[in-house]
Antibody
Framework: EVHLEESGGGLVGPGGSLRLSCAAS????????LDWVRQAPGRGLEWVGR??????????SYAASVKGRFSISRDASWNLLYLQMDSLRTEDTAVYFC??????????????????WGRGTMVTVSS | QSVLTQPPSVSAAPGQRVTISCSGS????????VSWYQQFPGTAPKLLIY???KRPSGIPDRFSASKSGTSATLGIAGLQTGDEAVFYC???????????FGVGTQLTVL
């Protein structure tokens, strides 16, 4: 069964750092893109960033709101996806979901449709 | 911030059909694939539609979708009280180089 599970959330002060992990199972880790999507309390979905698959060189992309502060990486030995969050701000308070965009078109381009989601981990940035 | 426009809420009676619109621009919906999600409180979103109008395995055909130009529409037929949730559209934005979502639409089944 395909499964994603986030961990590492918690309470951190403004300017602090936190590293989230996403444990993947049930699929070939290196073959898939993996994204982070967050949702502030009572708000909508916001894309955070992407780690592309081995075929795309594990390249990453980020939302403008987190670029330069957040970093996505992988440990293929353990099928783990990470989100390193530095210089945290109160507006980063959200549930962070790890998710997999599983569908591709005939040219190998992602259809950016997320069919696998973790349960999310809550990050609270507050003094 | 959301760049896709959705109505904040829609409502209809059980058994009826409702549509939810999602409006964007040439750089997002106009040039990319639209997906739709259903989210219940306290849970992760669930994929309903991908590639503009395709349903993943297990999604009933009561859910349908279309795309025309820079807009997309989700349709839900035979409404059930269990359909009450927030619905989001999403797509890639070529100008921003990011995935963008709509603000979400709360469906109420009266």
């Amino acid at each position: 069964e395909v499964h994603l599970e986030e961990s590492g959330g918690g309470l951190v002060g403004p300017g602090g750092s936190l590293r989230l992990s996403c444990a993947a199972s049930g699929f070939t880790f290196n073959d898939h893109y993996l994204d982070w999507v967050r949702q502030a309390p009572g708000r909508g979905l916001e894309w955070v960033g992407r780690s592309r698959n081995k075929g795309k060189g594990y390249t990453t992309s980020y939302a403008a709101s987190v670029k330069g502060r957040f970093s996505i990486s992988r440990d293929a030995s353990w099928n783990l996806l990470y989100l390193q969050m530095d210089s945290l701000r109160t507006e980063d308070t959200a549930v962070y979901f790890c998710t997999r965009p599983s569908y591709f078109d005939s040219h190998g381009n992602s259809l950016d449709a997320y069919d696998v989601w973790g349960r999310g981990t809550m990050v609270t940035v507050s003094s | 911030q959301s760049v896709l426009t959705q109505p904040p809420s829609v409502s209809a009676a059980p058994g009826q059909r409702v549509t939810i619109s999602c409006s964007g621009s040439r750089s997002d919906i106009g040039n990319n694939y639209v997906s739709w999600y259903q989210q219940f409180p306290g849970t992760a979103p669930k994929l309903l539609i991908y590639d503009n109008n395709k349903r993943p395995s297990g999604i009933p055909d009561r859910f349908s979708a279309s795309k025309s130009g820079t807009s997309a529409t989700l349709g839900i037929a035979g409404l059930q009280t269990g359909d009450e949730a927030v619905f989001y559209c999403g797509t890639w934005d070529d100008s921003l180089g990011v995935v963008v979502f709509g603000v979400g639409t709360q469906l109420t089944v009266l």
